[in-house]
């Protein structure tokens, strides 16, 4: 039966709206980072080579993602938007420009993959294996693209309007497709052939593809397609299409230069230390601290979505004036879960890394990294919000600039610690409390500021 939804899609200022708005993306984000988990974890039965390849490995796709995830975040705003003018026929248009623009980025993502990549790794990485390794996983999962995308711009629409509550649906049946799959075609269980490394690309993209036919469903059963007009507007539209292209792109760069720099972070580990040993040593305990970051930050990530929309929304009402308050409640709430998060993996930190079925020396290796990415998890649980705040305003050029001034920083950083003075990669790590600390700095200083209250989108 299908849901009747509200004819009014402005928020609230309140903590119970933003709870509504959040709880439900933390735990639609939380899936994606258990199915990456679950990858490494069969992935380090196979060997400690194989989970510092896929660190490299998903980091290149996460390149692609977070072009995926600039698009979302620049279409969420305008949506939000509209949703706050009270503007529903505005809606589909959006949405169905948005899904026409990820398609076609997917498709140069594919070419440029299968035509780039080999040569860029080929010069980035000095073990053969390695490099091999990567290049043949990534042909397979670079078609997972498309859904992904897709997938994307369904969380654009329903967060942008207020429904985040059926992201978990569609999230659910991809993480029982990627273990089910992970399970039988890494290990060749269940009469399913024994593909190894690769099996796990290839169960991405099958989770991927579920995930996006589910929620679709969805949508459709919940009559959301027909309230917001979804399929009726696929044909080009040009204003709406530049709109969202203008809104969106300074989004793409920052969120793709964001990831690069942690493909650079990756390359560094795996040129640092004195052995090709301590190398994959390095590199395992970096992969091992991004699935870290990843899980627990989702916590914050969907506070950070949450700003975006509200914020958004309720400039779209005509109430700028509740834009720094709402910033800060958003904040407390965001911190406080961050910091017990950070307190249980400085308790428990040895609980946290036995599940990758590594050796106590692994263990005892990592630890101090940990509590350097646990600090780092406090600082990103605020700088992010105010970040999002600013592109809520829809002032994305100057999210651009923030995030480009952070990177620089972070890469300078990274490259004298570990290539130039070869230190630890726990000091590598430290790299994280720069960038955050230079993003909340200028995202605060901008939204006070109040020079976004002129800007129209």
Not at 111 to 135: M, N
Request: charged letters at 15%; hydrophobic letters at 50%; proline letters at 2%.
């Amino acid at each position: 039966m299908a849901t009747v939804i509200p004819n009014d899609l402005r928020v609230e200022v309140s903590n119970r709206q933003i709870l509504k708005i959040a709880l439900p993306i933390s735990f639609a984000l939380l899936v994606p980072q258990i199915n990456f988990i679950t990858n490494n974890i069969f992935l380090g039965a196979l060997g400690e080579q194989e989970l510092g390849t896929a660190g490299l490995t998903g980091v290149y796709y996460l390149i692609f993602a977070a072009i995926g995830f600039g698009l979302n975040n620049g279409l969420q705003a305008l949506i939000a938007r509209r949703a706050g003018e009270n503007r529903v026929e505005e809606i589909g248009k959006l949405f169905s420009q948005g899904v026409r623009i990820a398609l076609i980025i997917a498709v140069i993502g594919i070419v440029l993959t299968f035509l780039v990549a080999p040569t860029i790794l080929k010069y980035s990485l000095h073990d053969q294996k390695v490099l091999q390794q990567s290049v043949q996983f990534l042909y397979i999962r670079i078609w997972g693209l498309p859904f992904l995308y897709i997938y994307q711009m369904r969380n654009a629409l329903l967060v942008g309007t207020n429904q985040s509550r059926y992201l978990v649906i569609g999230t659910l049946a991809e993480t029982v497709a990627n273990i089910f799959f992970d399970y039988t075609l890494i290990y060749g269980k269940l009469g399913f052939p024994e593909m190894g490394f690769n099996g796990a690309a290839i169960a991405s993209v099958i989770a991927e593809a579920t995930g996006m036919l589910v929620v679709f469903a969805v949508i459709h059963r919940k009559g959301i397609s027909k309230r917001f007009s979804l399929y009726k507007h696929f044909g080009y539209h040009k204003d709406i299409s530049k709109l969202i292209l203008v809104q969106s792109s300074p989004l793409i760069f920052q969120h793709a230069i964001s990831v690069i720099s942690w493909i650079f972070f990756y390359i560094l580990v795996e040129r640092h230390g004195f052995s090709q040993e301590h190398s994959n040593r390095d590199l395992a305990i970096s992969n091992t601290m991004r699935n870290l970051f990843g899980f627990f930050g989702v916590f914050t990530w969907s506070f950070a979505a949450t700003t975006n929309t509200m914020v958004s929304n309720v400039i779209g009402q005509g109430r700028k004036d509740l834009v720094v308050p709402l910033v800060q409640k958003i904040v407390r709430i965001s911190f406080c879960i961050a910091l017990v998060i950070a307190l249980l993996l400085n308790f428990f930190p040895h609980v946290l890394l036995s599940v990758y079925g590594q050796d106590a020396s692994f263990v005892e290796d990592a630890i101090p990294v940990v509590r350097v990415v646990s600090s780092a998890l406090v600082l990103m649980s605020f700088s992010t919000v105010w970040l999002n705040a600013v592109t809520g305003t829809g002032n994305s050029t100057v999210n651009l600039a923030i995030e480009a001034a952070a990177i620089t920083f972070y890469c300078v950083y990274i490259y004298l610690v570990l290539e130039v003075f070869k230190w630890s990669i726990t000091w590598g790590w430290m790299s994280e409390w720069l960038y955050w600390t230079t993003l909340f700095s200028l995202s605060y200083w901008y939204i006070r500021s109040g020079k976004w209250k002129k800007k129209e989108i």
